[in-house]
């Protein structure tokens, strides 16, 4: 009788990061474009844990007052998220219940929040962006401290906000260290961002601007991939076939890859994105003009004299 060793199946952990921001356009729609949304986002988590009954799952919602752990709950008692509805399994069915509610839970606090400050403002529009970056880095610490319980780790960032490339310039930095340490970890980045279709008016306009360049950058560190899906009734789709295979599995797929990356960084002094700048030496601060003392670690740059009595000889062309 042959004996037939069965290869175990890998043990992945898999760090998903919701855009929870207010100014969602799926959420100023009278349609049930955002229902549809997440009923997707959360069969993709399904799926995950489904592939295995080992994997582990963290889900973090990121809001312009701050990133909160929607799933697992730590310490969380209630009784009517648990068991199953209508013959569905029971973990499906607590994982879909705790994130309906943690969301409309951040979702309301978030909303209450922006109407204090736009009452002291004196009715100013105000549109906040998601700390993404710092939900990043709670998902670099949750996988560090799971590490042991898993074989692979990766995140993915989820939004639905049609943001430019000026969107998250002030979190710069918060978002290279954290692409950086991925890096060297090995841990994969993903994004997919669902951008609406636009008007034919407008689009020459949307083409011109680099939309969302810190996802890219990220996914292109890390080796992940950048999606930017158009139609919400094909997101699930999207997040089955390019971010729900590992790093082992990509590699035997045939998936999208990004044409061009843009690598422009923002400068400290005005938030803006700059091709050639100036750059602290102690600190790497960039600037896009130059400043004799750097604003963030406060050094003053000794700019030797100019030598005197040199002249310049210049160069005369050749009569042909």
């Known amino acids: 009788m042959e004996v037939v060793e069965i290869e175990k199946q890998k043990r992945t952990h898999l760090i998903i990061i919701i855009d929870l921001s207010p100014n969602l356009y799926l959420l100023q729609r009278n349609d049930s474009s955002y229902e549809i949304w997440l009923n997707s986002l959360i069969s993709f988590c399904n799926i995950h844990l489904l592939m295995n009954n080992e994997n582990m799952l963290h889900v973090i919602g990121s809001h312009c007052n701050g990133n909160t752990v929607l799933y697992p709950i730590e310490n969380d008692d209630s009784s009517d998220l648990k068991g199953p509805t209508n013959g569905q ?21 978030c909303r209450s929040l922006l109407e204090e400050i736009h009452q002291s403002r ?4 105000i549109k906040p962006q998601p700390l993404i970056s710092g939900a990043l880095a709670m998902g670099m610490c949750c996988i560090q401290r799971h590490k042991a319980d898993v074989d692979s780790s990766r995140m993915a960032v989820i939004a639905a906000s049609n943001y430019d490339s000026t969107a998250f310039t002030s979190q710069y930095m918060n978002f290279m260290n954290v692409y950086f340490t991925a890096q060297k970890l090995g841990i994969i980045i993903d994004s997919c961002v669902l ?31 950048y999606l930017r899906v158009a139609n919400v009734n ?16 990509r590699k035997k797929l045939v998936l999208p890859s990004q044409k061009k990356v843009s690598y422009k960084a923002a400068c400290f002094c005005h938030r803006n ?21 750097c604003s963030t670690c406060n050094t003053v740059f000794k700019l030797g004299p100019l030598p005197t009595g040199v002249k310049m000889k210049r160069k005369q062309a050749k009569a042909k």
């Open 89 to 109: 399994y029971e973990l499906f069915s607590i994982l879909s219940k705790t994130i309906h509610s943690q969301i409309k839970k951040v979702v309301r606090q």
């Open 122 to 125: 004196n009715g100013d529009l």
């Open 195 to 225: 951008s609406p279709d636009e008007p034919e008016d407008v689009k020459h306009i949307i083409a011109s601007k680099i939309p969302m360049s810190i996802f890219q950058q990220g996914c292109d560190l890390t080796n992940g991939i």
């Open 234 to 249: 094909a997101f699930l789709e999207y997040l089955i076939w390019a971010m729900l295979p590992d790093s082992e599995i």
């Open 273 to 293: 994105l700059v091709d050639i700048g100036y750059v602290c030496s102690v600190c790497l601060s960039i600037f896009c003009s130059f400043s004799p003392i």
